[in-house]
């Protein structure tokens, strides 16, 4: 048996925190079972007078570790469903095709009809990075009648080859994969110290602590959690993440990123209101491109930038953040957090 690590550790912490949150954890099965989409959602029996909000979170660990300081406060406001996208977490799908932004939106808006169901009121989608992408497609495939409101975080909807290419030479790396999928310690504190604008803290994180979240399984995972506790007995559902668990897919996935091909993806404005979150030292999607993709979408779209804040403003700010969501969300002034 390995040795016990960090990640299932902190895992298990996040899971509690959804938990905490009145989240409950759901796998739905959809397209006749050939695809499975894992998420945690509101309760059965919520108050339907709450709005519902989709979280979707970017490229790397599954949902509970992305959005672990936004379900708290946010479960207070909204009815939340919070799926991992596929070939995250324990999301997959046998369709050999559905690798583009654009096959996660329809698993999400499948996701939601079979949560929410087709005759509840509107849903508000919010994502981060690759979610971001995911989210301007939802509102997109869905339109105005469904989907009320867009925030698009951290997300360069404009990206092209030549911002891989600048990504690559922030990176130190020859290919996406190798900045987004990190396998090693070193590559793990690169990704990070691009991820963060205070990386400083990850400067002394051990090297076997690093490597722990870049090369855990999913079967290493599902060995170590055999706690027993309440979640495990009630879910019966293995802890599937970070970097190595459907790597193959994962590639493919980034790959498959139909942004900056215009044969494939034309970016046009959107006719619901969107808020356009980013942090101001973003070294992932740099600053200059929240300008840009918010003048893109429109008249409806305006942009609020986090300071002191790179790619993950809601790890980094997370005060901030949840209340700029609530500002835009919310029809009335929300009280503070």
Known sequence: MPSLGIAPLLDAYFRRRFAAAGLVQASVPLDGGATTVQCWRFPPGASEELPVLVLLHGFGPPATWQWRRQVGPLSRRFRLVVPDLLFFGGSGTAAADARSEAHQAEAVAKLVAAVVGAAAARVSVAGTSYGGFVAYHVA????????ARVVIASSDLLKADADDRALLRRGGAERVEDVMLPRTPERMRRLLGLAYHRPRRFSFT????????????????????????????????????????????????????????????????????VLVLWGEHDQIFPIEKAFEVARQLGANARLEIIKNTGHMPQEEDPKRFNEALLNFLLPAPNSSL
């Open 206 to 273: 051990p090297a076997f602590v690093l490597r722990d979240l870049a090369q855990l399984t999913s079967t290493e995972a599902l060995t170590l959690c055999e706690c027993n506790c309440h979640l495990c007995q009630a879910n019966n559902l293995p802890i599937k993440y970070l970097y190595t668990d459907k790597i193959e897919e994962k590639k493919e996935l980034i790959k498959g990123i139909t942004l900056g091909d215009k044969e494939k993806f034309q970016l046009t404005p959107l006719p619901q209101e």
């Open 140 to 147: 997109r495939l869905l339109g105005p009648a469904a989907v």
